[in-house]
């Protein structure tokens, strides 16, 4: 059974951090691209960044771009999200998501939240 279980977030300061983590299980996860997404209040979900399997390449969304960095063990099956410089737009929902096949996989999210 695929699991994906998000933890980390939190209330954090405007230019804070935080680091997020999912930790993955019932499948081969050192296979797999992973990614972040996240959704906002009352806004769709969007795109936060990838990384591929053998975490040789990362890719982000434009929101984030210099402030956030994806990470992955696969020794420990978790991926990871460290978020620096904060901003209250940045107040979401995250979640880490997979696809395998034509099927997709989605934590059931941590909530961080950017205020002061």
């Known amino acids: 059974q695929v699991q994906l279980v998000e933890s980390g977030g939190d209330l954090v300061q405007p230019g804070g951090s935080l680091r997020l983590s999912c930790v993955a299980s019932g499948f081969a996860f050192s296979d797999y691209v992973m990614n972040w997404y996240r959704q906002p209040p009352g806004k769709e979900r969007e795109f936060v960044a990838m990384?591929?399997?053998?975490?040789?390449?990362?890719s982000y969304g434009d929101a984030v771009k210099g402030r956030f960095t994806i990470a992955r063990d696969n020794g420990k099956n978790t991926l990871y999200l460290q978020m620096n410089g904060l901003k209250t737009d940045d107040t979401a929902v995250y979640y880490c998501y997979f696809w395998m096949g034509e099927r997709e996989y989605w934590g059931r999210g941590t909530q961080v939240t950017v205020s002061s």
């Open positions: 990384i591929t399997s053998d975490g040789e390449y990362t």
